[in-house]
């Protein structure tokens, strides 16, 4: 019943920026924790960057300062704002609820970052 579908992944140069979307249907995303999590080949999926329902946002220590998590209530859309990427931030990223109970993950869209 829940679709999730990120967009706006690429291919960027070290130090670049981007800015990915998750666009949900089947949820009201605003009554929900959102996060963005990312999976890079050898590891398991990690949880990037957390938005709650009242605005608090939370991130992983290698992201804080660059990246940005923000939500569009009536778009029901979840984005990240990723500025100085570096190679390490290579990966396919999601969007999920943060919560236990995830809804199932969307197609996910890559990130590399390379020079």
């Known amino acids: 019943q829940v679709q999730l579908v990120e967009s706006g992944g690429g291919l960027v140069q070290p130090g670049g920026s981007l800015r990915l979307s998750c666009a949900g249907s089947?949820?009201?995303?605003?009554?929900?924790?959102m996060g963005w999590y990312r999976q890079a080949p050898g590891k398991q999926r990690e949880l990037v960057a957390r938005?709650?329902?009242?605005?608090?946002?939370n991130y992983l220590d290698s992201v804080k300062g660059r990246f940005t998590i923000s939500r569009d209530n009536p778009r029901n859309t979840v984005y990240p704002q990723m500025n100085s990427l570096k190679p390490e931030d290579t990966a396919v990223y999601y969007c999920?609820?943060?919560?236990?109970?995830?809804?199932?993950w969307g197609q996910g869209t890559q990130v590399t970052v390379s020079s």
């Open positions: 089947g949820r009201d995303f605003s009554i929900y924790a």
């Open positions: 999920n609820a943060a919560v236990e109970r995830g809804w199932n």
């Open positions: 938005i709650g329902s009242y605005g608090n946002t």
